[in-house]
């Protein structure tokens, strides 16, 4: 079934944001060509609506389109961009702004040059600037405007003639030179020595209050020598967003910036404005109790092993596949809470869930008591036998719908649509709750399956094996632009069948 975007405003609010440091003939280009690359990109679509963020919205013409795209038979999509996918379009179009000065020939087919070839062009050039000393170039001491005294002849200066940039690219080896950033629509940033020789570059975005990029020489990250320094700038600027790269920092509600190296100094009841990022990192030991994090804290290959007490996560505790801990804090609350082959043996009594947990193929055997669940739980009753009898999933005793003891099947608890689990026609699964399955081409329905309430499919193709599963349910089963006219012989349905 083909796609379609229902949120293009955020696509176009992308491109003119990353585009608007270009010339009239770059935005042009990025208008068309990179819009449409990222349209094709899979990288940047999602078939579940991501969460508001700082954009205008468009909730009517989003609702139009989702209308019109249920009319035409054609599966919604959002677009979303990923770090990598920023990062990569932000050296794309370093190239592309800095065209007219290294290739004035190619820059004059411009309009001609696809995204893919332009992406090419971009990465040799990057990996030229990183690799060859060229021709230095005389520092412009009228193009450098003192930002912040840091002492022993350390400075952070700011860059604001095309010759102070072309400097700055030279010595550092990157792209800030060569025209690409000389209309300034963002600032630029260089941290000096007593010689004036540059060791950081940072790139600093007021309009959307985000640190774009910051790099020591050849692109790479910034050493943990420069840190302090780093920060000083940092909490001069206090911008609300950082770079992806920017790991060793992360921004509280009030503005301050945290040294992520430092987190066991901490205050309790720290709270973080964005996501904490704690990935491939073994040098924190500890998080403060009371920790509030606005976005998602991601624990991938993270060195630690306890979570704080009182630990509350807005979005996703991410990655504890890939980390050490084993068992979750007492207070915890949480948004989305994936155990899903992680090491984590206990949930602490009282945890809170908001949306969604998923403990299959986890090592945990029991459900804590006080456990409450926002919208759906899903487990595996071969492992987990018996319902704490003060469990609560989306606002309902769970003791109430399926009794002390829970069927030795995959249990899924709650309302829930296909693309909230994962299945296969060798599976046996019990939902209590509604369970829908909208836009799917090819339906895989798992080889045994009950459904304590109603079954609603909606433009879906049934695969053969789908015609032959064993389902029970237990309410309504209506089947929309399904292609059958009554349900399958092995299907069993003990309310009303509608079919259209």
Same mark, same amino acid.
């Given at each position: 079934?083909?796609?379609?975007?229902?949120?293009?405003?955020?696509?176009?609010?992308?491109?003119?944001?990353?585009?608007?440091?270009?010339?009239?003939?770059?935005?042009?280009?990025?208008?068309?060509?990179? &819009? /449409?690359?990222?349209?094709? *990109?899979?990288?940047?679509? =999602?078939?579940?609506?991501?969460?508001? #963020?700082? $954009?205008?919205?468009?909730?009517?013409?989003?609702?139009?389109?989702?209308?019109?795209?249920?009319?035409?038979?054609?599966?919604p999509v959002w677009f979303v961009a990923p770090p990598e996918v920023d990062d990569e379009v932000g050296r794309v179009l370093d190239w592309i702004g800095s065209l007219p000065e290294i290739d004035a020939r190619l820059a004059g087919k411009l309009e001609r040059i696809p995204y893919e070839h332009a992406r090419g062009h971009a990465d040799r050039w990057h990996q030229r600037?990183?690799?060859? &000393? /060229?021709?230095?170039?005389? *520092?412009?001491?009228?193009? =450098?405007?003192?930002?912040?005294?840091? #002492?022993? $002849?350390?400075?952070?200066?700011?860059?604001?003639t095309p010759r102070a940039l072309d400097y700055e690219g030279r010595r550092m080896r990157n792209c800030v030179g060569d025209g690409s950033y000389d209309r300034f629509c963002t600032e630029i940033?260089?941290?000096?020595?007593?010689?004036?020789?540059?060791?950081?570059?940072?790139?600093?975005?007021?309009?959307?209050?985000?640190?774009?990029q910051a790099r020591a020489r050849a692109n790479q990250d910034i050493p943990p020598r420069h840190g302090d320094r780093v920060a000083a700038l940092l909490e001069l600027l206090r911008p609300k967003r950082l770079n992806a790269r920017l790991t060793e920092?992360?921004?509280?509600e009030d503005g301050a910036i945290l040294r992520v190296s430092r987190a066991a100094d901490w205050p309790r009841d720290t709270r973080i404005l964005n996501h904490l990022v704690l990935s491939n990192r073994d040098d924190v030991e500890a998080l403060p109790d009371g920790l509030h994090v606005n976005g998602s804290l991601i624990l991938a290959n993270c060195g630690l092993r306890r979570l704080p007490r009182d630990l509350t996560v807005c979005q996703a505790l991410a990655g504890l596949a890939l980390s050490p801990v084993t068992a979750l804090p007492e207070g915890l609350t949480v948004r989305v809470l994936n155990l899903e082959d992680s090491m984590v043996k206990s949930i602490a009594p009282g945890t809170r869930?908001?949306?969604?947990?998923?403990?299959?193929?986890?090592?945990?055997?029991?459900?804590?008591?006080?456990?409450?669940?926002?919208?759906?739980?899903?487990?595996?009753?071969?492992?987990?036998?018996?319902?704490?009898?003060d469990l609560v999933v989306a606002g309902r005793r769970v003791r109430d719908m399926v009794g002390p003891r829970l069927p030795e099947t995959t249990v899924v608890i709650?309302?829930?649509?296909?693309?909230?689990?994962?299945?296969?026609?060798?599976?046996?699964?019990t939902v209590f709750g509604r369970l829908r399955f909208t836009r799917w081409p090819q339906l895989e329905?798992?080889?045994?399956?009950?459904?304590?309430?109603?079954?609603?499919?909606?433009?879906?193709?049934?695969?053969?094996?789908?015609?032959?599963?064993?389902?029970?349910?237990?309410g309504d089963a209506t089947l929309h632009d399904t292609g059958l006219d009554a349900v399958p012989e092995s299907w069993t349905v003990h309310g009303r069948v509608v079919c259209d």
């Open positions: 079934m083909a796609d379609m975007f229902v949120n293009p405003p955020d696509l176009d609010r992308f491109v003119e944001a990353r585009a608007r440091r270009l010339d009239e003939a770059g935005r042009t280009w990025a208008r068309r060509h990179l &819009r /449409r690359f990222l349209m094709r *990109d899979p990288r940047c679509r =999602t078939r579940r609506r991501p969460r508001p #963020g700082g $954009g205008d919205g468009d909730g009517d013409g989003e609702a139009r389109l989702l209308e019109k795209a249920r009319r035409l038979n054609l599966s600037l990183t690799r060859t &000393r /060229r021709t230095a170039v005389a *520092d412009d001491p009228g193009g =450098t405007e003192p930002v912040l005294d840091l #002492g022993r $002849g350390w400075r952070w200066v700011r860059l604001t940033y260089s941290l000096r020595d007593s010689a004036n020789q540059p060791h950081c570059t940072v790139e600093h975005d007021p309009e959307r209050d985000r640190i774009q920092f992360a921004v509280a869930v908001l949306k969604e947990l998923n403990l299959v193929h986890s090592p945990v055997r029991a459900l804590p008591a006080g456990l409450k669940v926002g919208k759906l739980l899903i487990l595996d009753g071969t492992v987990i036998h018996e319902v704490p009898p709650g309302d829930a649509a296909a693309a909230d689990f994962m299945f296969d026609s060798r599976d046996s699964i329905i798992p080889g045994s399956m009950v459904v304590h309430g109603d079954l609603e499919l909606s433009e879906v193709g049934l695969a053969p094996g789908a015609l032959r599963a064993r389902v029970v349910v237990h």
